[in-house]
């Protein structure tokens, strides 16, 4: 195969794969703005430590019944063994589906 | 398609090596064959800083098969591949950080940890056992740079079965072999891997592929080799 021919392959299997990609969940607009979502539904995150405990605790937009099943939540995922930071991201995402759910 | 992750948690451990080697074996015949025929291998090089598989990629003179995977999102990069009906993708990751680390064994269906036969190897590479026990995800370890002479062999049984207390380890070891080395001495010998430049290391690439392939295909392969042994 010459250099021309491999050059051509390559870049037909580049674009497939780009085309593979583009068809792969939310839009990038989509994902920009659910970027802005999550970041707009965090109100205050602070560390609260003492000398027997340390946790952080975020504030986010909801109800506090919403607040309460995500605590209970929470305490399963941890049980898991569930990365903080996964967590965080999902159980925001959850609080605002629930938050969509309620308003449409 | 089926992703094969190499991670150690610790350097020098042969993880590059390894993915070049078993990536050349996969692609070993894709050059020549006709696109329908070919068997469709990735690479995805997630060791940013040192790129050591993007280097020997690009010194290999920048083949069709492995394909050096572009990344851009890890995650849709490999969905991709997958929708497109790829065969393998072997994933080499960096040696110390676990949240990437963590990343490519989710993603991954399988992960093989190389560990040289050293008390520091074998500590280092419980983190990423951790983290694969606790993602729920099979691996298997191999036993990477094996001085395979006399003199050697009680220390490497005993890498082997302390191992063996942690998880699978495969039967065949990657052997430390001067045609891994031999690129250092010679310029048009850099971009291959040693069983191209040694024919009678093929059979040893083969066997350590037969044996990758099925990590967590089967229970009976991710019973303990200890276990095995003593059955016998």
Redesign the interface.
């Known amino acids: 195969m010459n250099r021309q021919d491999l050059e051509a392959e390559r870049a037909a299997i580049q674009a497939e794969l780009n085309k593979a990609k583009a068809s792969l969940g939310p839009s990038a607009a989509a994902r920009r703005k659910r970027g802005k979502e999550l970041k707009e539904a965090v109100v205050n995150s602070r560390r609260l430590r003492s000398s027997d405990r340390s946790e952080t605790v975020i504030s986010f937009r909801g109800s506090q019944a919403l607040k309460d099943r995500l605590a209970l939540k929470r305490s399963a995922s941890r049980a898991g063994g569930e990365r903080f930071n996964e967590w965080m991201e999902r159980i925001i995402e959850a609080a605002l589906d629930a938050e969509q759910r309620d308003m449409s | 398609m089926r992703a094969i992750c190499l991670a150690s948690g610790k350097g020098g451990t042969s993880k590059s090596s390894l993915t070049a080697a078993l990536a050349a074996w996969l692609a070993r015949d894709s050059?020549k064959l006709a696109?329908d025929k070919r068997v469709k291998v990735a690479i995805a090089d997630l060791n940013f800083d040192q790129a050591t598989l993007t280097d020997w990629w690009g010194k290999r003179g920048?083949p069709?098969f492995p394909?050096l995977l572009?990344l851009?999102?890890f995650s849709?990069?490999l969905?991709?591949?997958r929708?497109?009906n790829w065969h393998y993708c072997l994933i080499d990751t960096p040696p110390t950080d676990l949240d990437v680390i963590?990343t490519a064994i989710l993603e991954a269906d399988a992960t093989l940890i190389p560990v040289r036969p050293s008390d520091l190897d074998i500590s280092a590479c419980r983190a990423v056992v951790d983290l694969c026990r606790?993602r729920r995800k099979p691996f298997a370890f191999i036993l990477c740079q094996v001085d395979t002479r006399p003199a050697f062999r009680k220390i490497n049984d005993a890498a082997i079965e302390r191992l063996a207390e942690m998880g699978h380890v495969l039967s065949t070891t990657f052997p430390m072999n001067k045609a891994y080395l031999s690129a250092v001495a010679d310029p048009a010998l850099r971009g291959k891997t040693g069983h191209e430049i040694d024919k009678t290391l093929e059979p040893t690439i083969a066997a350590i592929w037969r044996e990758v392939e099925k990590i967590g295909a089967t229970d009976d392969a991710r019973a303990p080799v200890a276990a095995k042994r003593r059955a016998k």
């Open positions: 050059a696109a920048r069709l394909h572009q851009t999102n849709n990069d969905a991709a591949l929708k497109t963590e606790r």
